[in-house]
């Protein structure tokens, strides 16, 4: 093993939580809890995307998270992500009764080929651009999920940490139907916690972007972030939700006290539940979404 892919499966770890072994061709079951299945799935561009499933036990029909997964601020380490295998927060919404599927997008880990979510120079970035792109994959994603006969077709919710929370935002601004919410772990893009902490690239670009998609999206969007996010500061999150609500989104803003060193890995921090899901029953309860 080369010094490079030494350091991109330790950034793998300590930003994304998620290393996991690639599938082969076709559904592979593994031992994990929560009936955890590993598929492969028609993406975009003739792409095929490589996807967990998990679910609670029984038939169902249940309803269903399409979990989208983040990006290390280091290119090299996208290969080292594999599977975005999260089994804490995972099971805590299998326990709640949801289906949980999981993509890799294009560019990304198991699904591997080339990065479709580029935005650009930090000069001059195209957030809106390389958000649409994320989104192709994660309808494509609910689509297949959607398709599945124990899942409920009127009952999605699009789900996801850092890029993966601003990629579900974009994609339901393209009002899918059955879309019923969005929740959005420490969303954005741009930022880099070693060589800016909490200062993204042109952060009014980004507001720029949750603006033009916040006057589309017909859903209630969950934004749930914490005061310590070293990719993200609390007033460049405010003004990015101000944004999308003044373009007509609708939803609310969590802002949590700081946690640990950075409080952007709390999603998928095994400790972490704690801190969101009281937020996360709160929403669905208050929208109807189960």
Same mark, same amino acid.
């Given at each position: 093993m080369t010094r490079a892919m030494r350091s991109a499966i330790a950034l793998c770890v300590v930003l994304l939580a998620g290393c996991a072994t690639a599938p082969g061709p076709g559904a592979t079951r593994t031992d994990a809890p929560y009936n955890e299945e590993v598929v492969r799935i028609p993406g975009p561009d003739g792409r095929t995307l490589v996807a967990t499933w998990y679910k609670p036990a029984g038939a169902g029909p249940f309803p269903l998270i399409v979990l989208s997964h983040g990006s290390p601020p280091d290119p090299a380490a996208r290969p080292a992500m594999d599977r975005y295998?999260?089994?804490?927060?995972?099971?805590?919404?299998? $326990?709640? &009764?949801? $289906?949980?599927?999981?993509?890799?997008r294009r560019g990304f880990g198991a699904t591997g080929g080339a990065f479709a979510e580029g935005y650009g120079t930090c000069a001059n970035p195209d957030y809106q651009r390389a958000g649409n792109e994320a989104a192709r994959d994660v309808l494509a994603a609910m689509a297949y999920g959607q398709a599945q006969g124990f899942v409920r077709r009127d009952a999605v919710i699009l789900a996801g940490q850092s890029l993966g929370g601003y990629a579900s935002i974009a994609a339901a601004s393209r009002q899918p139907r059955g879309l019923v919410?969005?929740?959005?772990?420490?969303?954005?893009?741009? &930022?880099?916690?070693?060589?800016?902490?909490? *200062?993204?690239?042109?952060? *009014?670009?980004?507001a720029q972007a949750f603006a033009a998609w916040g006057a589309s999206v017909r859903v209630p969007v969950l934004w749930h972030y914490v *005061?310590? =996010?070293?990719? /993200?500061?609390?007033?460049?999150?405010? $003004?990015?939700?101000?944004?999308?609500?003044?373009?007509?989104?609708?939803?609310?803003?969590?802002?949590?006290?700081? /946690?640990?060193? =950075?409080?952007? &890995?709390?999603f998928p921090s095994t400790d972490g539940v704690r801190v969101w899901a009281p937020a996360f029953d709160r929403f669905v309860a208050e929208f109807g979404i189960r």
């Open positions: 295998r999260v089994l804490t927060p995972v099971g805590a919404f299998v $326990a709640r &009764g949801y $289906a949980v599927l999981v993509p890799m919410g969005v929740v959005n772990f420490a969303g954005g893009n741009g &930022g880099n916690p070693v060589k800016a902490p909490g *200062e993204p690239c042109k952060p *009014e670009r980004l *005061e310590n =996010d070293q990719f /993200f500061a609390p007033h460049h999150v405010r $003004a990015w939700y101000s944004a999308f609500a003044k373009a007509g989104g609708k939803g609310q803003l969590v802002m949590q006290p700081p /946690f640990g060193r =950075d409080g952007h &890995g709390v």
